[in-house]
């Protein structure tokens, strides 16, 4: 199994910036796709972007397109999110997460079977 540990989260006024990054350890990190997800209170956990395991194909939540941006440096095992334009509806817990199948990068959390504890990101307006 693999363990994801998140960090960067904080607290940015709308239009700044933020830089996630979620360390990976454990069994060979370029053997998953990983994900971005975010959970904001009283709602679902919802993708954010997801990654490849090579790192060739991205995928994003309409909501990020052009905001956020997922990359991975297998030689680190970590995956980041940088975060631009943030806008308060962005405030949420920010997780990572691996998918081991060997698939295309999917948007389901449910197909993703190790998640990080969290980071708390809170854009003020």
């Known amino acids: 199994q693999v363990q994801l540990v998140e960090s960067g989260g904080g607290l940015v006024q709308a239009g700044g910036s933020l830089r996630l990054s979620c360390a990976a350890s454990g069994r060979t990190f370029s053997n998953y796709n990983m994900g971005w997800f975010h959970q904001a209170p009283g709602k679902e956990r919802e993708f954010i972007a997801g990654?490849?395991?090579?790192?060739?194909?991205?995928s994003y939540a309409d909501s990020v397109k052009g905001r956020f941006t997922i990359s991975r440096d297998n030689a680190k095992n970590t995956v980041y999110l940088q975060m631009n334009n943030l806008k308060p509806e962005d405030t949420a817990v920010y997780y990572c997460?691996?998918?081991?199948?060997?698939?295309?990068?999917?948007?389901?959390?449910?197909?993703?079977?190790?998640w990080g504890q969290g980071t708390q990101v809170t854009v003020s307006s």
């Open positions: 990654i490849s395991r090579s790192g060739l194909t991205t």
């Open positions: 997460a691996a998918d081991p199948r060997i698939t295309y990068v999917r948007r389901n959390p449910d197909v993703y079977d190790y």
